[in-house]
């Protein structure tokens, strides 16, 4: 009797029983493929976690399944290895951590595709657009004159070409074809000269692949660290290998891939949560067949199939985007990639101007191989950095007076300014001018913010928005905003600089489908004099004609009650003046400041980065800490205000027993920094231990008590291990 153990895509806990179909031998079954089976009389799509000979469950009570889907894995074994350690790691459900890497139409059943190639070319007659569809007739021209383009090309040069080339093909002047992917032809050597220090780094990473290597790759914004990896990318290939190259943020992805697909011509594919169902299952199925020789990704692209990974890089390792802290399975990407780098035997990349204090620390203990790539790229020189104190100044919303003088010069000479302001909308604040009452979420313990495009206040937690008053509904006064946000700067931007077009980008202005790579085109084209925007515009962007930024509100983490604000606040500073300066003319940042003086702000700007984490690090170990303990935290929500709490103090107490036998401090629950969110109250239990191994052990026996203690209460709770979010 063979037996089948099938994990399906789902919250369910463990794995379920089934027989193998009639006339399917073992030797012809392998963990690592789908099968399709009944469960409570609902069709799913399962992966085969294991195949065995016996069952703890009676003959009569297991099901057969329905069919075999696959000849062979589409799990392949390193990954389910992955997925399992995962599992245990951040203890959650096996089948909820395969949910989460596998796309929609790979948990429906559908067989892997072979890598299709999409062209557009112009057809024959069809109905010619109005005059006034410029877009509509500049694409046409570009496909009559280069024939047949696909969609690297388009997206190169005709960015937002998707939906014009809609409304060609209902007038029917063009043609979709599709061809069979091509393989990529083998890579020729790098085409960029790379400076000692990248050949350095390069050398040192590929001397060590089809052995597991972490490498903490650390240089300053402008350095050329997308040269190295392009150049190991290279050489994976050569080696008839792939490469995993993960980006923090979907933002980046195009210009990313831009950069690569220009070297490594078609074997670049793309994954992020953007694309479409039925990009996404192409895109695994290149990575599966191995048709795919580089796959760039956000977050998830961690779990692809690959069939002979031989190179992981995670860029911008500091970032807390590769922390999912949404879903139930709360993973940290850039951990999750080494640990499949530890499995595969591969080396892998972690590439920052700004290390996390993880990674740094690591480096520091030796675990880490340490490669430095001190000057920018093209000789370019590093930006000049200047101070503006704010106390006593008068302020046009916002922006001071030496700032304002520096913008006229550098737009004069026809160079371009970025000011970076970390807060969206219009004003944060809206308050009565008499009795000093503002305007809370009634769901939320926070501000509405006023938001100018529709001319409502928005919670920015929950997104409840509701109409200004018109007077204050305690004492009748009336109303005034207070603050700013990026809406209230680019308004102003526009009263002073009436003939430079301004470019504002944040969560607001760029919802629509590709309006981000629109906006980002002009800048990138020259036309935007002003770049306006929040932490969206610090990462990766490379403006050669950027030569001044402006960080408007430097002050806004110094005191944040987080541990890790500081932290943040150097690392979003650091990149985001690394955006000055990277082309041929000198570039200079200047920060506004109410505490110029303050001692981490001055080491930061005085040393450089790597000095003030070098200083926080102490603190850190001092406050026991990340990197030095080891964090998991429990929060629970609830409707009414004791509900949440009284659930927690209960795990508390059951808690005492393991956390003394596996050595882990637990604190006694405490209200989240904002209590009561979505109009539920909040409350969390944080876990504590010296090494990972004692943590998950005792949480491993405290789960279980956790939920029994929650059956029957009107509470929702989850873990979270490593935690990212403040504690």
Not at 392 to 410: I, N, Y
Request: hydrophobic share 45%; aromatic share 4%; with cysteine.
């Amino acid at each position: 009797m063979t037996i089948l153990r099938i994990v399906i895509p789902s919250a369910l806990p463990g794995s379920l029983d089934y027989l193998a179909p009639a006339g399917a031998g073992a030797a012809a079954l392998s963990p690592g493929m789908r099968a399709a089976v009944k469960l409570g009389g609902r069709a799913c799509v399962g992966v085969i976690a294991e195949v065995a000979d016996r069952t703890e469950v009676a003959r009569e009570r297991l099901k057969p399944v329905e069919r075999v889907v696959d000849a062979a894995p589409v799990v392949p074994a390193s990954l389910l290895e992955l997925l399992q350690w995962a599992a245990r790691y951040y203890h959650q459900p096996l089948g909820g951590v395969l949910r989460t890497a596998m796309p929609l139409l790979a948990r429906r059943g559908a067989a892997p595709q072979i890598p299709q190639s999409v062209f557009w070319e112009c057809a024959g007659g069809g109905e010619a657009p109005p005059p006034r569809a410029v877009k509509q007739r500049a694409l046409l021209d570009l496909l009559q004159d280069c024939g047949r383009l696909d969609e690297a090309a388009l997206a190169r040069r005709f960015p937002g070409w998707r939906p014009v080339m809609r409304r060609l093909l209902q007038r029917r002047l063009v043609t979709r074809l599709e061809e069979p992917a091509q393989a990529a032809p083998p890579p020729r050597a790098a085409r960029h000269r790379l400076n000692r220090e990248q050949q350095e780094a390069v050398d040192a990473v590929a001397a060590g692949f089809g052995e597991f290597h972490r490498h903490l790759l650390e240089g300053v914004t402008g350095s050329g660290k997308t040269e190295v990896y392009l150049a190991l990318c290279e050489q994976a290939m050569q080696r008839g290998e792939q490469a995993l190259v993960l980006v923090p943020e979907i933002a980046l992805t195009a210009q990313t891939v831009e950069r690569f697909r220009a070297q490594l011509a078609g074997a670049v594919c793309v994954f992020h949560s953007g694309l479409t169902d039925r990009e996404r299952f192409h895109c695994w199925s290149a990575a599966l067949s191995g048709d795919a020789g580089v796959v760039i990704g956000t977050r998830s692209a961690v779990f692809l199939p690959f069939k002979r990974l031989g190179l992981a890089v995670v860029d911008e390792e500091h970032d807390a985007s590769y922390k999912q802290s949404e879903s139930s399975f709360r993973y940290h990407a850039r951990d999750v990639a080494i640990k499949r780098a530890q499995i595969g035997a591969l080396p892998v990349v972690l590439g920052s101007a700004t290390p996390s204090l993880e990674s740094l620390h690591n480096a520091l203990q030796g675990r880490y191989a340490r490669r430095h790539l001190t000057r920018r790229a093209a000789g370019a020189a590093p930006p000049r950095w200047r101070v503006i104190d704010l106390r006593g100044s008068r302020l046009e919303d916002g922006l001071s007076p030496p700032l304002l003088a520096a913008m006229r010069e550098r737009l004069a000479a026809r160079e371009q300014v970025l000011l970076f302001l970390n807060r969206r909308g219009y004003a944060p604040v809206m308050l009565c001018r008499d009795c000093g009452a503002a305007l809370s979420c009634g769901r939320c313990d926070a501000r509405l913010v006023y938001h100018l495009c529709d001319g409502r206040l928005h919670c920015h937690h929950c997104g409840v928005s509701q109409r200004p008053p018109d007077a204050c509904s305690g004492c009748g006064g009336g109303m005034r905003l207070v603050g700013l946000g990026t809406e209230k700067v680019e308004r102003h931007l526009a009263q002073l600089f009436p003939e430079t077009d301004i470019v504002r980008i944040d969560t607001d202005a760029v919802r629509r489908k590709n309006e981000l790579q629109r906006r980002l085109e002009r800048v990138r084209s020259g036309d935007a004099g002003i770049v306006l925007g929040t932490q969206m515009l610090t990462k990766g962007h490379h403006f050669p004609a950027m030569t001044l930024v402006g960080i408007v509100n430097a002050d806004q983490s110094l005191f944040a009650a987080d541990f890790r604000a500081i932290e943040r606040l150097g690392q979003l500073i650091v990149q985001v003046g690394g955006r000055a300066g990277r082309g041929a003319a000198a570039g200079e940042v200047m920060l506004q400041t109410h505490h110029p003086h303050h001692p981490q702000l001055q080491v930061l700007l005085k040393s450089g980065y790597g000095a003030f984490a070098l200083q926080l690090l102490p603190q850190r170990e001092a406050a026991q800490l990340p990197p030095y303990r080891h964090l998991a935290v429990i929060r629970a929500r609830s409707a009414a205000g004791a509900e949440a709490a009284a659930f927690l103090d209960l795990v508390h107490r059951a808690s005492q027993e393991c956390a003394r036998r596996h050595a882990t401090q637990v604190f006694p629950p405490a209200p989240m920094m904002m209590e009561k969110k979505a109009g539920h109250y909040r409350a969390q239990l944080l876990l504590s231990a010296a090494d990972a191994h004692s943590l998950n052990a005792c949480l491993a026996a405290l789960l279980p008590a956790a939920a029994r203690l929650a059956r029957g209460r009107k509470v929702r709770w989850h873990l979270d291990v490593d935690p990212g979010e403040a504690v």
